[in-house]
């Protein structure tokens, strides 16, 4: 089945009036049947390239996304065991508790030992710590991705 086709009055540079008349002459076909190809090849390469860039978008996604994943896999197996170790310690200290038979509770609002200070004092540090690690890390990271040098 051949297609209706319509007529198109366009003005061409010389040079590509010329490269249409060669295609034409070395294909065997007419002036229209090289530009409806040169036309179809252009949308077909675009279609190519879009299909080229969204796979190419998808796989870094799935790349970033495995990371992630994988960082919050950790986060969950560090999480359960710090509530493993917690409920652990609410059994040992309710345990404690009942054994010394002790009436009430004092708490660290009440009176604060000071190895309980000592532990605060040793656990902001080890905080403080880890946050400035990190500071410097992201600051070399972010140093080297920019070529910079500081």
Do not use: C, W
């Amino acid at each position: 089945m051949r297609a209706t086709k319509q007529r198109l009055h366009v003005r061409l540079a010389p040079n590509t009036v010329e490269r249409v008349k060669t295609i034409a002459a070395e294909k065997h076909v007419s002036q229209a049947d090289v530009i409806t190809e040169a036309i179809d090849h252009y949308y077909a390469d675009r279609d190519e390239k879009y299909v080229v860039f969204k796979d190419m978008i998808s796989d870094l996604m799935d790349e970033k996304l495995a990371t992630m994943q994988d960082k919050l896999h950790r986060i969950q197996v560090t999480g359960n065991v710090v509530d493993r170790d917690t409920k652990i310690l609410l059994e040992f200290m309710n345990h404690y508790y009942l054994i010394n038979e002790f009436k009430d509770l004092i708490t660290t609002e009440k009176y604060k030992t000071n190895g309980m200070q000592q532990a605060e004092d040793l656990i902001q540090k080890r905080i403080h710590k880890h946050h400035q690690k990190k500071l410097d890390y992201e600051k070399r990271k972010g140093t080297k991705a920019t070529g910079k040098r500081g």
